[in-house]
Structures are given as C-alpha cells and as structure tokens.
C-alpha cells in the first residue's frame, strides 16, 4: 500500500555504480522463455539420412524426392525439411537428409523404414543424423570393443531335474502380500528355499509359457524371476503395468499400460526378455481383447488386425512388418495362429454385397489354404484344437436382420454352427454341426478329437455336450443334462475332463473319464472361482480366491480322477493359485508309445519308490544319518592321509603301483578266452542221402 | 530290502565243509579250501575249475594268493603249510609245523609268508614268518610264542610292518613277530574272532566273530569305529571296495540247525550299511552256515562258502549299485 504523501525521490540518483555486476542469471529471469529458444542439440535428433538410394540424373531427381517421401517418409509425420543433394552435373548422390517435427516421428520412421528395398538393387539404409556425427568421428584404427561381463543366470531349467519329477506352483497369498513357490509333494507340500517372499508382487504371479521365468508386477514395471533360487533375471520398465504377455516360445514380453504421456503415448511395449531391452513399442488405438497382438508358435510372427482394415503381421527379430506392409484386408474383424504351425486364420464379416468368410493363410508365404464362405453371420469365434489338428469356428448366424435407426444390425433367432477344419487332411475339409440351443464353453480335448460345450440357458436347465471328431463325420457321443456347469476344464494331456460351477454356481465339480464317458467322482467345493490342471494331467486344483470371496479361502488338490487328495487350507487369504508350467516333453511319439506298452514295469519300480518315501525316514533318522557319514568321513580321511604318506614305500615294495586295481593297467595283457557256447554232435553216417 | 532275483554260479568241488574263500588281486581267480585236502582254483568269469592243489593230507584252513598271483600259499591241519606255482599247480616249497596251520598270508611286497599254528598238546599257538626268495628248509625267519588265548585268525598289517591278529578270547593285537612284542591290545569282541579281512587299502579292517557281532577297526591304532549286530554267530565279514556296505556270513547255534528240505537253503548272507549299521538286504542259498565270504575286487559281485560244501558266485544287478539309504 502506498502511503498517504508522495515521497519526493526527485533528487535521488538510483543509477547502479560503475562496477556493479547483478547476480541473478539470465535463467532466473528469463527462464520461461528460454525454454523455448531454439536448442541447437534438439535439431539434430529429428533428423535422418537415408543412403542407398539410386543415382539418377536431373531429370529424374524430382520424381525420386517425391516417391521417397511418399512411400516412406510422410506416412510417419510432417517432414520439415528434405534435402537431396546433387553433384556438379545434377545427378544424385544416392542419399538424402530429411527432419521430421518431432524426435519421436524421427525414429518410427527409422525403425520402420530401415532396410526396406526400393527395388532389386536398392536398399534403404537409414541412420540418425546424430549417429553421422559420431561415426565421422570415430577412430580410424579399430578398438576392439570391450567385453560385456558374462552374467550366469545359472540352470533356468533346474527345477525339472527334480528326484521325483514333482511340479512346483506358485500361491499368491495373505491378501497378495506374500507369494510362496511350493514342491508339490502330494499330501506334504514343501516351500522352495528363500522362495517365500512378502510383497513380492503388487497385482498378481505370472509364469512364462514354458515355466522358466515367474513374472511379478511393479508400479515401475515386470520382473522376471528364474533359477534355482528365483533371482531376479530382468527388469523391464513400463510404468502402471496392467497386464502382460508372453510370446510361446518365452522371448519376447508385451506389456500394457494405461498410464500414457505426451513424452510417451505408446501403452504396449515389447521386450526381449534375454536383454531386457525394449524393441518395439505401439500405441494403443481401438479398444480390443488382450492380447493385442497374437503371436505365432514360435515366436517368428505376432500380428493384429487393424478392425475392418488391415491384418498388420510383424515378424521378430527386425519387428518391423512382414514384406514392410500390412495386409489390406477390408471388414476383417478377428484373427488366430494356429497353436503348432505358421498359420493364421482370420474372418471377414459380411457387408451387403459379400458372405462373411473364414479365410486361413500361411505365414509368411501369405499363401491361402482355406477358405470357407459363410452367410447370414452375425458373430464368428475362433477356437484351435491345443495341438494345431483341427480350427473350430463358432458362427453365430440369424435367420433374420434388422437395421436399427443408427444402421447397426439388430439379428433376430440366433443359432449357432461349428465349422471344423480339419487341419491335417489334404485340402483342410470343412464340416459342419448345428446348434439351436444357447451355446458356451467351447472346449477341445488336448491330444485328442473331442471338444464339449454348455448348451441350453439356465432356467431351462443347463447340458454339457461332448462331440468326438471321427474319419468322416463329427459324432455326438454325450448330452449330461441338468448340469449346473460354467467351466469345462480339460486334462492338459486329454482323456480327462471337469465340468466345474464355478463362482456363483456353487462349486460343483464332476470328473470324467471320456474314454467311456464315465463319471469318475463328483466332488464340491463350495464358492470355488478358479480351476486349474496341473502340467501333467495329474492333478486339478480348485481355489477359493480372496479376491472374489474373504472367507474360506483355501485351495482344493484332487487327483485326475476325483478323489480329494489334501487341502492347502494353513495359508491365509490365498488370492491365486498358479502351477508352474512345464516346457514339452523331448520325448518323440514312438518313445511315448513304448513307454505305454512297458508301463508294467515302470510302474513297478514307480511302486517301490512311493513305498519307500511314504516309509519315508523321519527327520531325526536323517540328521542322525547325516552326523554319522560326517563322523566318518572325517575317519576315513585322517586313515586316507596315513595311507597316502605311505605310498613310496608301497612302491619300494612291490615295485609297481597297485593302489588301485588299474593303477599298473601298462602292464596288462590282454588275452582272448573262447568258450564254445553249444557241442553238438552228428554222426556222419546219418546224414542225409544227397540224391544223384 | 533288495527284493532281485541273482543267479549265483554254483562252484561244486569240495566233499567237506568250505573253510575259506579268497580272491586274487585282479579278481579273476577264485581260491577256495575246504576241510578235504585239495584246494581248488577257479576262474571267476564262469566258474570254471582251473585245477586243484595236491599235495595236503589234511584239512586245509587257509590259504592266500600274492599280489602278483604268480604263487599260493596254504595252510593244513596236518601240520604243514605249502607254496605252489599259481599256473602249473606245482607245489614249489612245503614247511612242517608243530601243529595245525590256522592262518597264513603272504606280506605285502610277497617275499615273507606269515603262518599261525593251533595250540595243541605240548605246543603254544606261534606266529612263524618265513622267507620265501629261496627255500628256508623249514627255518622259520622268526617266530614267536602267543602265550595266552590262542589266534583264531591273523592278517598283515599296512606295510607288514605288524601282524594284526584275533584271539579265541575275543582280544585283538598288533604282533611285531620281528621284534618280539605285542605292540598294542584291544578287547573289543566278548567271543572268537572267526575272521579278519582287511580294506582294499588296508587303512581299517572287518573282524568276525563268535559274539553275534562284526566289527570295524583302524589298522594303526585299532580303534573301534562301527558294530554291525546279528542274531547268529558270524563266521566271516568283508568290507566292498565300491560301495559303503559289509558283507556278514554267519552260522546257527547247533542246537538250532534243523534239516531243510527247501530246495534253496535258509541260511544267508546279510548286508549292512557301513556307516549307519542298518542291515538292508539278505541272499539266501546256502544248506547250512555260511563260513567264509569275499566282495570280488572290483565290488561288482560277491561269493560265499559254506559248511554245505557249495561255494557260490554272485554277480550284483543294477539294483544294487543305484541303492541308497535316504
């Protein structure tokens, strides 16, 4: 507030003295706006140089600059500059600078562009502006370049060598606040050393497809775990981390996030879990089901469909598109890879003029093998046999069609068809089955030509239908009617299955055999919410999850065949229950085989065995084992020091060394014994008479 | 238990009761006495006889091949002890003695033999050492008097630098026949030792004995480490040069033996666990006790004499070496 009187300041001197120097810096002042000044540094990392490019004269220079920028450059943002430099006669270089608006747009273009031909004879070969300057730069003579340590991950295998081939599993539990990795011995199940951890991970446990690695969420990312002792192997940062994904054959991981920003808007991130470094990010434009992007069975491809659009299949480890292009494929709407071979299959929906199609397609061939075209569609599913024989596609079809006033379709009278394609059979023939009823839970039978599903809706009362897939028809073999069922859960090695009602439906539980379409037991575990076969087929598992229900959780271990094996009830709040899952077996069919045919006496030997460990010494008998063979082998070796300091005068002795029984093996003859086997004796004259 | 199914070679040579079977170093060769005068040889690969030893006129309580197998030495109970050439089956030197020979053993580089004589009437139980190089003609290099409980059965030392010999009362000694003294005493048995074997490398031995028990000991300073209990008298033990195990042969009380019509006899060999004592099989076959037992050099087998006069071969099946006590 300014007083009441004006103060006279007029015969004051308010100028600065001569030597005087401010101390508040220009950033203080003008922080704000020198922000914005120009950064020289920024300019450079926007900017590419592509090489490689043809030479051509000045006539046809203008052409080149604008097939470049075209095909290659505009798609992936504003190109601010562009500069194709000639020599004295016009001709081009054969290279040309570009910038880009933003460092971002700079480097998708490069990563995708890099390597793309131009024709038979010319490749791009891109690389940052600001790399140029460093490799200028470099030394002329060659440095080696320095050795990164070797990081030994140890045996990531170790858990299956396993005395006894017991699988282990992991329990999320105490609320989510501890996690332990157990052995599964039956009936007594042991924590794996130091693999009982709190707060080990912050939503939930994840194995890697073939079991080496457990995956652990982070606000800042995953975690990868593996090894004897489960040391950390990786980490791969995307922050909020929502769910993840595992390529099949374990070397790549996706993840995805919600949390986006300016500086990084790409919500899927793929890795290569080997070095943990990010090799390709995405962002995330239509809502779809996870997972976005699908992959092939071993990892060469992953794809996804642009919907109506496009089928986009990027093959690792460049991660760039297939042939640098995605597939055109207009109203496509889902797309699948077989399970076993590089095929994907897709479909197509109906638009007024053309059927709805399934179309099957190699990769990367992108040749057609199968093609099926389907009318009155409002829906298709696809669901592929475990072991790539056979694709099921459900077809939800209408028998009539209305278009609502904003034009989308209203099906009136929905039933369903099953298209199966027969993968292995030449041509892939396709048959059909009809459906009236409410269809869900479509399951195949693992290693074999079954696949069940619910029909019928619930106040009618619920069937479970198995059908088996024969030489030339599709049979249904068994209609279980009034099942209170919502799981079908197959045995991962087929024959056997549980139809299970899970959450709400009480927790029924009927194991059947399905080679004879018995009812092995029924079983219940009230409020279950999880079913879960462990890797071999021995054992289901049901769990009461704390995350659906706060009481009585506990986890329920069956045998294939029903009978209540024990209860893993003495952790509290469990949350999840996860087997680790196993890599598949070395064995081929034909050993496979063999072992079936000499299972007697395997089984005799596996017989003893169980004997023996249920006899199973107690814990004071082994302690006392273990003291007694340190005692003695204490003995033995203060006896083995006295018997080596005599060893010259075993020499002196006998003149050669015979402390082991090969120790003189020099002087070893080697001799030949022939023992006649068989004697027999025939007397001359009662051989036969050779005729004339 | 080992619950296989071993087909043992059956070595039948002998008329009289099997009084011991040994090995060669390499284990190709079987040496077996019995209480009939000729011993035999035989080879180990199939059982079959290479000869027999004539020469005795008694029953044969010992006998010991050298290290190389070049020669055999045998002891008598008609009071003789004799050298033989392993090949021809010659007996190359014979000794007279006072009275039966009980043990004998040829020393470790193979130039002396050891020989142990039963007290008899008049006589004292002796330890003679003799010098094989060239005939001793009878004159012993030493000997020496056991004045108390006589040796049931005696082996060499490590380096042979002492006799390690078992009495009838149960002690155990360290004899140094070339100095004259006991060097050491230990009574670790209550009855007979019926036999000594030693380890492969003669750091510890196995005792036998008439107390139901078998017993593991040092060499040096003849300390007891482990006690292997049986319900019978044992005759013979020996310790596998592969496998943590002893091997016990034993007998019955007399008034126990009763005629076994069985086609396979009742009386068997049991093995133990070395360290934790715990016997974990039985092999039955012989008619009556067993009296000597042999791992074979290399651990892959076993064999067994018995008072029935039957030696047996065993050969161990895979069973055996994959084993193992938790």
Known sequence: ?692 | QLNQIMKPICLLGHMRSITQVRFNRDGDLIFTCAKDPHPSIWFALNGERLGSLVGHNGAVWCVDCRWDSKKVLTGSADNSAKLWDTETGKCVLSVDTNSAVRSCGFDFAGTSAMLTTDKTMGYKCTILLYDIRQDPAGQPACQMLVPESKITSAVWGPLSRFLITGHENGDLCQMDVRAQKVIRTEKHHKGAINDIRMYKDGTMFVTASKDHTARLIDSYELQLFKTYKTERPVNSADISPLRPHVLLGGGQEAQDVTTSGAHVGKFDAKFFHTVYEEEFARVKGHFGPINSVGFTPDGRGFVTGGEDGFVRLHSFDNDYFDFEFE
């Open chain 1, 1 to 692: 507030m300014g007083s009441e009187e004006d103060i006279d300041v007029s015969g004051e001197d308010f100028t600065d003295p001569d030597d005087f120097v401010d101390d508040i810096d220009d950033k203080e002042l003008l922080g704000d706006i020198l922000a914005e000044k120009p950064q020289e540094k920024k300019a450079i990392n926007n900017a590419l140089v592509l090489s490689g490019l043809p030479i051509v004269d000045s006539a046809r220079i203008e052409r080149l600059q604008v097939f470049i920028r075209d095909k290659f450059l505009d798609k992936h943002g504003e190109v601010v500059k562009f500069s194709m430099p000639t020599d004295e006669n016009g001709n081009s270089l054969g290279f040309a600078l570009c910038c880009f608006q933003t460092d971002q747009q700079a480097l998708d273009a490069l990563t995708d562009i890099q390597g793309a031909s131009l024709d038979k004879m010319h490749t791009l070969n891109v690389f940052k502006f600001s790399d140029f300057n460093r490799l200028a730069d470099a030394d002329d003579e060659w440095k080696p370049p320095e050795k990164a340590p070797f990081v030994d991950r140890g045996d990531l295998r170790s858990w299956l060598r396993e005395d006894r081939c017991h699988d282990q599993f992991g329990v999320l539990h105490t609320a989510g606040s501890v996690a332990t990795i157990y052995w599964h011995w039956p009936g007594d199940p042991q924590p794996v050393d130091s693999a009982t951890r709190n707060n080990w991970t912050e939503s939930r446990l994840h194995w890697s497809p073939l079991g080496t690695y457990l995956a652990t969420y982070h606000t800042k990312g995953i975690a990868l775990w593996g090894g004897e002792k489960f040391e950390q192997i990786n980490r791969f940062q995307h922050k909020n981390v929502q769910i993840i994904d595992f390529s099949p054959c374990e070397r790549y991981l996706v993840t995805f996030s919600p949390s986006v920003t300016k500086e990084d808007p790409h919500a899927i991130k793929m890795f290569e879990v080997d070095t943990g470094k990010m090799k390709r990010s995405f962002l995330h434009e239509q809502a779809a089901k996870w997972p976005v992007f699908k992959w092939s069975h071993k990892g060469e491809f992953f794809a996804r469909v642009q919907t109506g659009k496009a089928l986009q299949v990027f093959e690792t480890p460049s991660f760039s598109l297939l042939d640098k292009k995605s597939i055109s494929v207009q109203d496509v709407q889902d797309l699948s890879w077989s399970p076993t071979d590089n095929i994907l299959a897709y479909w197509i929906a109906e638009t007024d003029n053309q059927p709805a199609r399934v179309i099957l397609m190699t990769m990367p061939e992108k040749r057609e093998v199968a093609t099926k075209m389907l009318f009155n569609v409002a829906d298709c599913r696809m669901h592929w046999h475990p072991q790539g024989n056979y694709l099921c596609v459900r077809v939800n079809r209408y028998t009539k069609k209305k278009l609502d006033a904003d034009n989308t379709p209203k099906y009136i009278n929905i039933y369903t068809n099953f298209e199966v394609f027969r993968m292995r059979e030449k041509n892939i023939p396709v048959e059909k089955i009809e459906v009236t009823d409410a269809v869900s839970c479509f399951t195949w039978e693992p290693h074999g030509s079954k696949f069940a599903m619910v029909q019928g809706i619930a106040s009618k009362g619920l069937s479970v239908v198995f059908y088996q897939v024969n030489a030339h028809d599709i049979e249904k073999v068994k209609v279980l009617e009034k099942r209170n069922v919502n799981t079908i859960s197959w045995s991962p090695i087929g024959q056997h299955v549980v139809l299970a009602g899970l959450r709400s439906a009480n927790g029924g539980l009927e194991f059947i055999d399905t080679s004879d379409m018995k009812t092995t037991a029924n079983q219940e575990h009230f409020g279950a919410t999880d079913i879960e076969w462990d890797p071999t087929g021995r054992y289901v598992v049901t769990t009461v999850s704390f995350w659906h229900v706060k009481v009585d959780n506990a986890s329920h271990v069956y045998s294939s065949h029903g009978t209540l094996l024990y209860k893993l009830n003495k952790l509290e709040r469990i949350c999840q229950f996860a087997w680790r899952p196993r890599p598949p077996t070395l064995l081929s069919d034909e050993q496979i085989k063999n072992i079936k045919k000499n299972m007697k006496t395997y089984s005799r030997r596996f017989e003893k065995e169980d004997l023996q460990s249920s006899t199973r010494a107690s814990k004071e008998l082994l302690e006392k084992r273990a003291r007694l063979k340190t005692e003695y082998e204490k003995w033995r070796a203060k006896l083995l020091e006295k018997f080596r300091g005599e060893k010259q005068k075993r020499l002196e002795l006998r003149g050669v060394d015979t402390d082991e029984l090969d120790s003189n093996a020099q002087d070893f003859v080697e001799e030949t014994l022939e023992f006649p086997i068989k004697v027999e004796r025939i007397r001359i004259d009662k051989l036969p008479q050779v005729a004339e």
